[in-house]
């Protein structure tokens, strides 16, 4: 009797059977976990663009490319490229630019930038970028930043932006307002003309060209009424 019951549940028995070997293996099998993120190049959409690490040579930019602490980064017109920072915040580059990778910011020297934080980003503190003239913050923002070497334009192109002078003082812009330094002094801020708006929105070479998304720019184009 008890051998007719042993015959009718082979299954049974394999399961059990499977149940200790799997038991087994979760002691000696490593736990998988995700990789750390880490700042990457995901667009080179046009040359020249270069990345120096730090104590290393210049080399072109290659996506994927991993960006280790004190990267400097440079473009030369008409060359772009959009970097992956580690904690998921995004940039473009361009203009006959030069940046370093700071830990906690964005050295500009020169050129253009946009950076931007994914709309519903939360609990993450501002991200900066520092110029000759100032340091700007944003927090779930778009901000375009030129340096040339006369003036440095400040743009908020979505969200609030506080641009701190290196004198100590302290400009808000809001959605569609520039800022500029002038050899003359701060100027704004102020709303940008509709026109100026839809011509910096059809011809920027740091809002289209790429492959790589730009979550913010459906917001910027609702919020400012723009159409590519």
Not at 7 to 26: D, Q
Not at 61 to 73: C, F, I, M, R
Not at 138 to 144: D, L, N
């Amino acid at each position: 009797m008890v051998l007719r019951r042993c015959l009718r549940h082979p299954r049974t028995l394999s399961l059990a059977a499977a149940a200790v070997v799997v038991s087994g293996l979760a002691h000696v099998l490593p736990v998988v976990t995700a990789a750390p993120r880490v700042p990457r190049v995901v667009d080179v959409p046009s040359r020249p663009a270069f990345v120096r690490p730090q104590a290393a040579p210049e080399r072109p930019a290659l996506v994927g490319q991993v960006l280790g602490p004190a990267t400097v980064l440079r473009t030369e017109n008409p060359g772009r490229l959009q970097i992956l920072l580690a904690d998921g915040r995004n940039f473009r580059l361009g203009g006959n630019a030069l940046l370093r990778i700071e830990p906690s910011l964005l050295d500009l020297v020169r050129g253009r930038i946009i950076a931007w934080i994914d709309p519903g980003s939360k609990g993450t503190t501002p991200l900066r970028v520092r110029t000759r003239v100032g340091t700007a913050s944003i927090q779930g923002t778009t901000v375009f930043i030129e340096d040339t070497s006369e003036t440095v334009l400040f743009l908020s192109w979505e969200g609030d932006v506080e641009v701190r002078a290196n004198d100590g003082t302290l400009f808000r812009l809001t959605s569609g307002q520039r800022l500029e330094a002038t050899p003359q002094g701060w100027k704004g801020p102020h709303r940008m003309e509709a026109a100026e708006t839809r011509q910096r929105r059809r011809n920027s070479e740091l809002l289209n060209g790429f492959e790589a998304p730009m979550q913010t720019l459906p917001v910027i184009e609702r919020e400012l009424g723009l159409s590519p």
